[in-house]
Each structure stands twice: as C-alpha cells, then as structure tokens.
C-alpha cells in the first residue's frame, strides 16, 4: 500500500508545565466536507493564531478540527518592599521628636512595624509563554492527531475492502444467475405471449421472437455488471494508491448507487432483484465507511 490512508475522526492531547504555566492542548478531528479550523487559545495568544492555521493546513486536507489550549499559572509568592516614602516621613517626624527628648530614638524593627512601610504584592505579570513555544506544542499536537487519524484509517480500508470483495461476489453471482440469459428471457416471454394471445392469429413465430430478443436487449444488464467490475477495480486501486481518496471513493459510491439501481429496476427475474437489493446494501455500507475517510 502507498501513503497511509487517514480517516477524519481523532483526537489528541498534550499536557504539562513550560514558564511556570500548566497547559492542556487538545486537538479533535470531525468529518467535513473540507478543511476547517477552529481554535479557542487564552487571552494574548492570539498571534500564534496563523502558525498554527498553516501547521493544520500543511498536516491535512479534510476535516474539521478543532484546537483548544488552555493556560494556569501556577502558585505566586508573595513579595514584600519598602514603602521609601512613608519610612523616610517617619524617620523625619521621629527624628524631630527625639532631639526633643520626647521620644527615644528609633530601632529598625520598630520603624518596619509601622503602617504603611512594608507593602506585600503578588508578582502580577501576563502570560509569559512565548507564541514559538506554543507554535512547537501545536505542532508536536497536530502530528499524534494525524497518527491517531492514520489509525483509524487503517481500521476502515480492511473493511472496505472486504465491502468491495462482497460486491464483486454479488456481481458475479447475477452475472452467472440463469434467469438472466437471453434464452431464459424469450422462453419467459414466450409464455406470457402464448397464454395473452391463446386461440388468436396474425402474429408470426418470427415477429414474437423479433419482440421477445428485443426484450431481452432491454432487460440486459450485461453493460451495468461492467462498469460495477470496473470501479470496483478502481476502488481497489485507490486502497492501494492511499492518501487522501476520500472524495475519489465517494464519487465511486455514488457511481456503484447508480449501477446498482440500473440493475433492480431491468432484472428480469425476482431473484436477480433480490441479488441487486443485497448489492445495494453494500453499497451503503460502504459509503458510510468512506464518508470517514480524508
């Protein structure tokens, strides 16, 4: 098989600490008809916002993916200074009294007591991680969503194939199905014309088998069973090719819908009806698979 095959479903998660912040980055991956980001970063990150925009749009071609990263700082120590201005009017109006001798002078201890010269401050400061380091998380993130999408991947193409492998078989089987042969259609339409026109004349042998292999042309399927080997040859080939075939296989789908619909509404007997409504089945099923597939 070439390139891995990526389904559109995932989902990734990062988590730990980097400058004194706890983080947690998760990515998740829908199906979608294109590429679609979203993000929801923290207040001030916004410009790492295109770094990650051309990481997603360089890693994948379908999807709707969504990022998230969220931010914690940890705990903060409290900080403690010296209101200079308070202390020095302090010192000035104690100083004045002491010389005085109203008061003796002032000790160290005593002076930091007082209100106002000792300030407590939490360290407040922004976020401080930088839009390089977020750039490198995403990237590292985006890269275990694509292994989790190829995994998934490479659970639905085994199905698929086995899907295409029932189809070709039931192919087969209304192919070599003997109600569908030409001589088994005139004999039919002999007997229907035969019991219609019991007892009337002016009608040749010749002209009603002139008719009957007429029918028979009409109610062929021979150029439908066809096509169906065709694309389920191509299907395989895309399997196999790998990449992003999603799109390419659910055009296929719709091809094999079409063929097989074809192929319900000429049969010429119920049971070459009931073979086709099995086709159909698995047609579906397998569209389902496919809509999952990048």
Do not use: W
């Not at 970063?41 to 071609?61: H, I, Q, S, Y």
């Amino acid at each position: 098989m070439g390139a891995p095959i990526q389904s559109m479903t995932g989902f990734a998660s990062l988590e730990g600490e980097v400058n004194g912040f706890a983080y947690q980055f998760d990515a998740r991956s829908v199906n979608g008809r294109s590429l679609d980001l979203r993000l929801r970063l923290p207040p001030g990150m916004e410009r790492v916002e295109p770094e990650l925009r051309r990481l997603v749009n360089t890693t994948f071609k379908r999807g709707s993916v969504s990022l998230s990263l969220s931010l914690k700082r940890g705990e903060v120590a409290t900080r403690y200074t010296v209101n200079q201005v308070q202390l020095d009017a302090y010192i000035e109006a104690i100083q004045a009294l002491a010389a005085s001798g109203s008061v003796a002078a002032p000790r160290a201890d005593g002076l930091l007591a007082l209100k106002g010269v000792i300030e407590t401050a939490t360290e407040e400061e922004e976020a401080s991680v930088d839009e390089a380091t977020i750039a490198a998380l995403g990237a590292e993130l985006l890269a275990a969503l694509e292994v989790n999408r190829r995994e998934e991947g490479a659970r639905i193409a085994p199905i698929i194939l086995d899907q295409l492998s029932e189809m070709d078989r039931l192919r087969v089987e209304i192919d070599a199905h003997p109600e569908r042969t030409i001589a088994a259609i005139k004999a039919r339409f002999d007997r229907q014309l035969s019991d219609l026109l019991a007892g009337r004349e002016g009608i040749s042998p010749e002209r009603l088998h002139q008719e009957a292999a007429l029918m028979a042309t009409r109610v062929d399927v021979r150029e439908e069973l066809d096509r169906l080997s065709a694309h389920i040859a191509a299907s395989r080939e895309l399997l196999e090719e790998g990449g992003p075939v999603g799109r390419k296989l659910d055009f296929l789908c719709q091809e094999f819908n079409r063929e097989t619909n074809t192929i319900c509404s000429k049969a010429p007997h119920h049971a070459i009806t009931a073979l086709g409504l099995s086709l159909k089945a698995v047609v579906e099923q397998m569209r389902e698979q496919v809509q999952n597939l990048e």
